[in-house]
């Protein structure tokens, strides 16, 4: 039935799911993406200006005085400004929610920091970081990923499927490459490319401004799919380039750009190494990373600015596949190759080939370099992400102390750190630069309605990390609880932290609802090493469920009296959802009642990538495929289950619940299903978000037979 007449609990408007709705999960308000200019002292960053306004703006941070400036707010960046005649606080409310309705997504600067380009509406605007002036430039197309040039004279851009450069002072405005076809593109990255790699560049300029790294995306093999609202069958439909499991990818080339009209092109094998999964142009020349479509192989690249020929730079191999990781590859102000390599159960750093952190170290990310330094983040306990650094003199050392999820970014010495800790909920960003007091980047997030209060275990002799959540007020002895199992419990995303998210909060609210919650992170998450991650290869069903039965019943032991294992349901989204849906189709024993929401019932309709890297080809084997899905389980269901799905998913596509729910009635087995109109991968709608949770609570609630 429509959202719009689904019967819900009512909800307070201080409550939780409201408050997750309306500050997008907390998101609203903190700063983000911060990046310290070349001087070391001012810092841009974005922020909205409050907990609940969606409007994100640039500012800046002066590290010698603390003091921050408002560079560019796009409310007051609109030509027209309508609502004569209302109050001030009224019209100004009224034009934040007309322009621009998320403010600044992005920005880029030159080399130095004084010039920060941003596109809004696709408009192409400018600010000086110095002076506090801030213009739009007149473009010939849309814009898209505007990138001032090193020294800050010109911007590309893509727009219109080219890639064009203009002038930073509204002069010509050029294209280096068009498109000559409605599927081929420059300077944007194809699918999978954003939505797997990490990747979401696709032009880069270089040192001396006189040429440019491009990306060109050929999507005329790509499978088309067509994603319908039946809200509004006037509404023609959007036509997505996706491929699927087992299809062709997009073709992408490289292409060295002269602004002096010069085309040349990058070559390397491409039908053995179809993807592009990272680029760049440093001083030591471009380069790229590509990998093999089975994943086991990843070159990196060096590339002749000249002629475009490559040489291998390194290689990496592995027997499942090789794990990207973001940042990867860099280079030093040497030219030393900033890498990771998997020896054993470890991910290690790795600069010019060599190991440089300890066993047991799992590195995550690399953040950037500095000169000689390396800024990563790592893990040796796989609840805590620890910021790094690494130098030739000092070799490996931790920076951040309080456990937590930490990150940040460094040049000239001046050091932002953002710290995700239980004493800084919604985060903390603090700013260090020499002998100078630590500066704190203000956070306008507004404080959650409720504290979770997640109890750590570490459950079964694989030791699964978990988390579980009591109602307020729970007493021992106050009897059994009926059990919600609230896990991601896969690949890409760990639910287990020591770092409050904003599910830690949705689970507590769900325990003081009545419920014992508990969430498990299972074999396949990351932070626990190359093994523990790539046990699920070939199944992303078997290992997954199996943990999280293991953490039930873990928990019951170590809890005895507290958890009634005759009332025991589970809920997810995407991969949580899928694992969900899983659970009381193939374990109705432990699992009595399931809430899926987007959830990927058939493995074979999502993007190669994701899907090729755990389950290999569909065509060389079509057993994994088969073993994952879902629809063949149908006939098995005999457990209430509530599939939740929007209809405008571009990521997990509504065609998986229907398909599913197909299956179960052709088998005769009642379930329910709840389309969200308009609704993306995720409900953003504060009407629909808001009321989504209580309306899974309702169902949970009725399906245990709790009243």
């Not at 023609?236 to 299809?247: D, E, F, I």
């Not at 070159?299 to 390194?314: C, N, S």
């Not at 650094?389 to 050392?397: I, T």
């Amino acid at each position: 039935m429509p959202t719009d007449s689904v019967p819900t609990v009512p909800v307070p408007t201080d409550s939780l799911p409201r408050q997750l709705a309306r500050t997008r999960r907390f998101a609203l308000g903190a700063p983000a993406q911060p990046a310290v200019c070349a001087d070391g002292r001012t810092v841009l960053f974005l922020r909205s200006r409050g907990g609940d306004d969606p409007v994100t703006c640039l500012w800046a941070l002066d590290t010698e005085t603390g003091g921050e400036r408002l560079l560019a707010d796009p409310a007051a960046l609109g030509a027209e400004r309508p609502g004569a005649g209302l109050p001030e606080a009224e019209r100004a409310r009224r034009e934040r929610a007309r322009v621009h309705t998320d403010g600044i997504a992005a920005y880029a600067t030159d080399a130095a920091g004084r010039l920060a380009a941003f596109a809004l509406g696709g408009e192409l605007w400018l600010a000086d970081t110095a002076t506090g002036e801030v213009r739009r430039v007149p473009t010939a197309t849309e814009v898209y990923d505007p990138r001032p040039d090193p020294a800050g004279r010109r911007i590309a851009y893509a727009g219109g499927g080219a890639l064009r450069v203009v002038d930073a002072d509204g002069g010509e405005d050029r294209a280096l490459a068009e498109p000559g076809h409605p599927e081929v593109r420059y300077g944007v990255p194809e699918h999978v490319a954003a939505e797997e790699m990490g990747r979401t560049r696709a032009h880069w300029w270089s040192p001396d401004g006189t040429a440019l790294l491009v990306a060109r995306v050929d999507e005329r093999h790509v499978t088309r799919l067509h994603l319908a609202d039946p809200a509004d069958p006037q509404r023609p439909p959007r036509v997505l380039r996706q491929p699927l499991a087992g299809t062709d990818n997009a073709e992408v080339t490289l292409w060295l750009l002269g602004l002096d009209g010069r085309r040349t092109e990058v070559r390397w094998d491409r039908a053995g190494y179809e993807y592009l999964t990272a680029a760049g142009w440093d001083g030591h020349g471009p380069y790229a990373a590509v990998q093999s479509r089975d994943q086991r192989t990843v070159l990196t690249l060096a590339v002749d600015p000249a002629d475009g020929a490559t040489r291998v730079l390194a290689e990496r191999r592995d027997e499942h596949w090789v794990e990207l990781l973001p940042g990867l590859p860099a280079r030093t102000a040497a030219g030393a190759l900033v890498d990771a390599a998997d020896d054993g159960d470890t991910r290690h750093l790795t600069v010019d080939g060599k190991p440089v952190t300890p066993p047991g170290l799992q590195v995550r990310s690399v953040l950037g370099t500095d000169g000689g330094q390396v800024l990563f983040t790592a893990s040796d306990e796989p609840t805590e992400t620890h910021l790094w650094s690494w130098d030739q003199a000092a070799g490996a050392v931790r920076l951040s102390e309080e456990p937590g999820v930490h990150t940040g970014a460094r040049r000239s010495g001046t050091l932002v750190h953002t710290a995700r800790t239980p004493g800084a909920p919604t985060g903390r960003t603090t700013v260090h630069r020499d002998s100078l007091p630590a500066r704190t980047l203000a956070s306008h997030a507004e404080t959650p309605v409720l504290t979770a209060r997640p109890e750590p275990l570490r459950l079964g002799p694989r030791e699964l990390r978990a988390s579980l959540f009591l109602p307020a007020g729970h007493r021992p002895g106050d009897g059994p609880l009926p059990v919600l199992l609230d896990p991601y419990g896969g690949p890409a995303l760990q639910k287990v932290t020591a770092a409050p998210h904003w599910w830690d909060l949705t689970s507590q609210w769900f325990a003081d609802q009545g419920f014992a919650v508990l969430a498990v992170d299972g074999r396949g998450t990351p932070g626990r090493g190359p093994r523990w991650e790539k046990t699920v290869a070939g199944d992303k069903a078997g290992p997954a469920l199996a943990d999280q039965v293991e953490g039930l019943h873990e928990a019951a032991r170590l809890r005895p009296g507290l958890l009634d294992l005759d009332r025991v349901a589970i809920r997810g989204w995407s991969y949580g959802g899928y694992l969900s849906a899983l659970a009381v189709l193939r374990r109705p024993d432990v699992f009595h009642a399931a809430s899926a929401g987007a959830a990927p019932t058939d493995q074979r309709i999502y993007n190669t990538h994701y899907q090729e890297r755990y389950l290999g080809h569909p065509d060389e084997h079509p057993e994994h495929y088969d073993a994952c899905s879902l629809l063949a389980d149908a006939p098995a269901l005999r457990r209430p289950l509530l599939l939740i799905h929007g209809l405008d998913d571009d990521n997990v596509l509504p065609v998986h619940p229907l398909r599913l729910s197909a299956a179960l009635l052709a088998a005769g087995r009642p379930h329910e299903v709840l389309p969200l109109r308009g609704t993306g991968h995720r409900p953003t709608d504060e009407s629909v978000a808001s009321n989504l949770v209580p309306h899974e609570l309702a169902f949970l609630r009725r399906s245990l037979g709790l009243g």
